[in-house]
């Protein structure tokens, strides 16, 4: 229930502000990977914790590599088989590592939690500290296990998502250095803005209303990672909510307005 009047704080603020906008960001916030210095923040909703929608791919690499599950960027590759979520055309086919991060593919994610277990899978979000690490599933939303990141049970804040890209930049996971590598390199969108190296993840969800049931037309959109610049090393996180449905999907959104925002030539880090 905290969960759900938390979320429906996060869309009364939506809500209350002009029409005219269509995208809102609720939080855009940057850390120094190192300290933990707050270097950006803005936006009225960076501690709200919200679904985490595709960034769980994140940690579902981590622990896949260092489970084992997950071999190396061209392995397992996965058939597609009826009855997988296919809501993309790119989902219908043999998915890998890379792709499975790059075409953000559901069901992918699905298969390497159902191999992991809920056990172990709850020991690794316990260590990561990941959001509320709540991987029980709601009532009558499928099992938790395989559906808790997808407007489900699990929850985590914009601030929670730029701490948890800070300790995975600083290896504080208790992870397999190969793990950290591996994740990185399927996660990696090569060099932007102003010489920035940046990886990460988008994410695209649904909000839940204070009566439990989805939001439709309401999207959350985030983008989440980091970024490295000689020596200096920036984690992020961005989270924007829409007002009505768009063509291209929020979270694609939320990384190309990062990318503008933090690490163009006359961006907020210079």
Known sequence: ????????????????????????TLCLTALDAASGRTLVE??????????????????????????????????????????????????????????????????YSQ?????????????????????????????????GLIHAWLGNSLAISPREEA??????????????ARAYEMTAAIAAYGTRGDGWEVYGKTGAGLPRGADGKLVRGRAYGWFVGWGRKGERTV????????????????????RDMLFDELFAEDGLLD
């Open 163 to 176: 701490e948890f890209m800070g300790r995975i930049v600083r290896r504080e996971l208790g992870v397999s």
């Open 111 to 143: 298969r390497v939690m159902e191999k992991l277990g809920r056990e172990r899978a709850q020991g690794y979000l316990g260590a990561f500290r990941y959001g509320n690490e709540d991987i029980s599933g709601l009532p009558g939303e499928g099992n």
């Open 235 to 254: 984690v992020f996180a961005k989270l924007v909510q829409d007002s009505e449905k768009q063509s291209v999907p929020p979270g694609f959104r939320a």
């Open 1 to 24: 229930m905290k969960r759900l009047l938390a979320l429906g704080a996060v869309c009364a603020v939506w809500f209350a502000q002009p029409l005219r906008a269509e995208t809102q």
């Open 42 to 107: 803005t936006g009225p909703a960076c501690d709200a914790r919200v679904t985490p929608a595709s960034t769980f791919k994140l940690a579902i690499g981590l622990m896949g590599f260092d489970a084992g599950i997950l071999k190396s960027a061209d392995e397992p590759k996965l058939p597609f088989r009826q009855g997988y979520v296919d809501w993309r055309p790119e989902w219908r086919q043999a998915t890998t590592p890379a792709t499975w991060m790059r075409d953000s593919v559901v069901w």
